[in-house]
């Protein structure tokens, strides 16, 4: 079953070590997670933005989903179903269809409105045993039609918000959604120092864990960050290997368009991806 993000996250903080957001989008991207989790024994958090959301067909159709995927694969370590980049609305609705965690971004509020509706949230969400994430300083670039103006949280704004009882505080510290472009000046260690410093010891979250260099994640690691966003690269990674199986013309052998065939190389590919983070987040064997 379904499990809040705010003990592993806790965990993580005190074992310096970060749990992966693993956006989904169908069935094959959830197998794919869920399995690499289990197979190194680490707790993981099934990402759904609201664009994912409607794709699946509603939060009710993910959470029946999820679920009854985690009780057939027999999957032990802990999941949390996380709404990602929720807005106040979408909020309620995951909320009522048995998502076990929420992101409320009103990152793009005036501070006042962002600290009013995380408040409320705060409290729905403690009430039925879920962790509520929020946003303070929007992340840069466009993910599912959420577009961040990129710009770096402001440490006091952070400590208000950190201080309604968020589990997890995810701040823009430099770090854009999708790829990251030729000229990026990489993540401002000064900016995370300082949210550190005043919020104290909440789990802060990292958006745009694609192709943020290793160096850099170890160092987020150490300076507090216990939750990492990895979207984009599964993304890639999914679309190189299927676009490698159809130029090979493995589509055309045998029964190679059946999409059991099909996907199977990019759901492979997720996986590999998926490792890689685990391993590099370190939460391989914290389940
Ligand atoms: O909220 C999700 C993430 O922040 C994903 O970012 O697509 O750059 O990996 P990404
Ligand atoms: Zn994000």
Known sequence: SLVSAAEMTK????GKYAV???NINNLEWT????????????PVILGVSEGAGKYMTGYKTVTAMVKAMIEELGITVPVALHLDHGSYEGAYKAIEAGFSSIMFDGSHYP?????????ELVEKTHSMGLSLE?????IGGEEDGVIGGGEVADPAECKRIADLGVDIL???IGNIHGVYPANWQGLRFDVLAKIKEIVGDKPLVLHGGTGIPEDQIK?????????????TECQLSFAAATRKYIEEGKDKQGKGFDPRKLLAPGAEAIKET???????FGSANKA
Request: hydrophobic content about 50%.
């Open 11 to 14: 965990k993580a903080l005190a």
């Open 20 to 22: 992966g957001q693993f």
């Open 31 to 42: 197998k794919s997670i869920l399995l690499t989790a289990q197979e190194l024994k680490s």
């Open 111 to 119: 501070i006042e409105e962002n600290v009013a509706k995380t408040k």
């Open 134 to 138: 929020a946003e303070v300083g929007a």
């Open 170 to 172: 995810a701040a823009g």
């Open 219 to 231: 160092k987020a690691i150490s300076l507090g960050v216990s939750k990492i966003n990895v979207n």
């Open 274 to 280: 998926v490792r890689e983070k685990i391993a590099l």
